[in-house]
């Protein structure tokens, strides 16, 4: 009596788990190893991973009509069916539930949430009383990584499998009419894809294995482009991980750089402008010369109000107010000039010295002041009680001098690239009213 009770509570992953490990270990591979060599995933994996999976496998019968994932919920857990059917059930909001495929003895569910740290996007159901082999992600991303070979055998079967899923954005361009050569090459385009998904997790996984981080497209592009243009910082931060060069430049002349300050993602522009200029002592200068040279003000903007230097030569010695001058571009010599940029030999160029010196008079002059002399009469008011110049008269004809005063150090305006506009006041009579103008 007593011992059919006991025997009653257990089921079989708790029976076997009471022998000895070396019992355990062949009673599950002797249970699951013929199964869990069929699934899709481990297909050309080595034994020596595959018995160390199996080991930590977990069997499991579920009850028919059973939630075993949730839509929407963490990915901690990956699934194998022993036996039983699972309905791949997809829930949207005010909507009934669809059943948009059946899963077997033999099929996996529950991988693309693990490999790409991304939360279920199905619920799995099961169908009928089934059989199921729980495997942990933690303990599937440690066996992938102890041996590279399996590590790039699970990534190219887990694209292969998935190349039609729009939620990963790997069909297309995987390994198409070579797919059984396993060329890396053709793993790697993959990146570009995963890149422009934002999913830095299978992105780190990808590179993980080894893949080229600086594989370009059609137009040059890497995934580091496509990155810094779309957004992604946290791939951005994977990429630079893997060592990626940020000075690649794509068909037309782009660096990774460029594509990130004129998406205005600025965050991102720091990011890679700290790592550029640490190899690149250029890199200020190219940036400016090169928006000087498209006449592309929006860029300007954003890179002088990013701080960069704006008389910062670039590696054939030029600055951007000499390319702009060169090329004719006025309202970019305009920009450059009134942010404080270095007037130097504008002989040296076909821009009309005229526009220029009236450029450079306008930057200096600022607010249009005027000195009084002791021998000048002070300016009269023009309308009503509108005054021109430094000094105007109140109504009781009293004089009031006035003076433009702007926030900040004079050096550190211009190194800043600081574009705020002064105030016009009138002269105060102690610092402590200047202090409380200001």
Known sequence: MCLRFKAESLNQQQLIEQFPKSIYT????????????????????SRETLLHLVAKMKAEYVPPREDVTMQNEAPED?????????EIIECEMEKEEAVVGTLQCGDMFGEIGALCCRPQRFTFRTKSLSQLLRLKTADLIEAMQAKHEDNVAVLKNFLKHNKRLKDLKVGGTVMEGGEEDGDPKNMSVNLLDVADTGNAAFLNELL???????????????????AASKGHEDCVLVLLKHACNVHLRDTNGNTALWDAISSKHHSIFRILYHFASISDPFTAGDLLCTAARRNDLTVMQELLKQGLNVDAKDRHGSTA??????????????LLVMNGADVVDPNAYEFSLTTLNEIVKKREIGHRITVMTDNEP???????????????????GIDHPRVSI????????????CMEPGKLIRLPGSFDQLINFA
């Open 208 to 226: 993980r294995a080894r893949l080229d981080p600086d594989i370009g497209d059609s137009k040059g592009r890497t995934p580091l482009h496509i």
């Open 406 to 417: 702007y926030r900040g150090h004079p050096l550190m305006r211009k190194e800043s690239s």
């Open 321 to 334: 107010l000499q390319v702009a001058m060169k090329e004719k571009h006025q309202e970019m010599v305009n």
């Open 78 to 86: 990956v699934y194998i069916v022993v036996s039983g059917e699972v």
């Open 26 to 45: 062949s009673i599950c591979q002797h249970l699951f190893l013929p199964i869990v060599e069929k699934v899709y995933l481990f297909n050309g994996v």
């Open 378 to 396: 002070p300016l009269k008011e023009v309308e009503g009680d509108r005054h021109v110049g430094i000094v105007g008269k109140s109504c009781r």
